[in-house]
């Protein structure tokens, strides 16, 4: 799931149309969840929350988390660093009212299941996404077997 939200974002992020169907998608889902009639054309789903791969990891290392503003129809969902940045930076443009990143991914994901014509484009970067994030696990695990061939 990391990976296509991932990919989701880097597709929507670069292109203007799409972004701006995005954030009408984003408060479509807002609307939705908060079941105020407003016809954007969205689909009603499971809220998520994103947050960075290195809160959770923390989280999971230091024996809690930051206090949470948990809904009951909202999972959390680990995505990395990069997709996290454009997803703030994409937050900050949205005003009156500003959404909630949970928000901005489920009108993500609900935008690009409807368009059929940027589907494979969505497959292709979350593939990237994949991809980038293995790399960054090989080197790290080369790095981890030089530290432990060096140590004495």
Do not use: N
């Not at 296509?4 to 807002?30: N, P």
């Not at 959770?56 to 024996?63: D, E, L, N």
């Amino acid at each position: 799931m990391r990976y296509l939200i991932e990919g989701a974002v880097a597709l929507l992020s670069a292109s203007q149309e799409l972004r701006s169907a995005w954030i009408d998608a984003a408060r479509c889902a807002l609307t939705t969840h908060l079941q105020v009639p407003m016809d954007l054309g969205s689909e009603s789903g499971t809220g998520v929350r994103a947050r960075p791969a290195a809160e959770g990891a923390s989280a999971r290392t230091h024996g809690g988390s930051a206090p949470s503003r948990r809904h009951a129809d909202c999972k959390s969902l680990q995505v990395g660093e990069s997709a996290f940045e454009r997803l703030k930076a994409i937050q900050r443009t949205t005003h009156t009212p500003r959404l909630e990143m949970r928000y901005l991914v489920e009108g993500a994901v609900g935008l690009l299941r409807r368009r059929a014509d940027q589907q494979a484009k969505w497959e292709r970067h979350a593939r990237q996404a994949l991809i980038e994030h293995l790399s960054e696990l090989q080197q790290l695990s080369l790095h981890h077997i030089h530290l432990e061939q060096t140590d004495p």
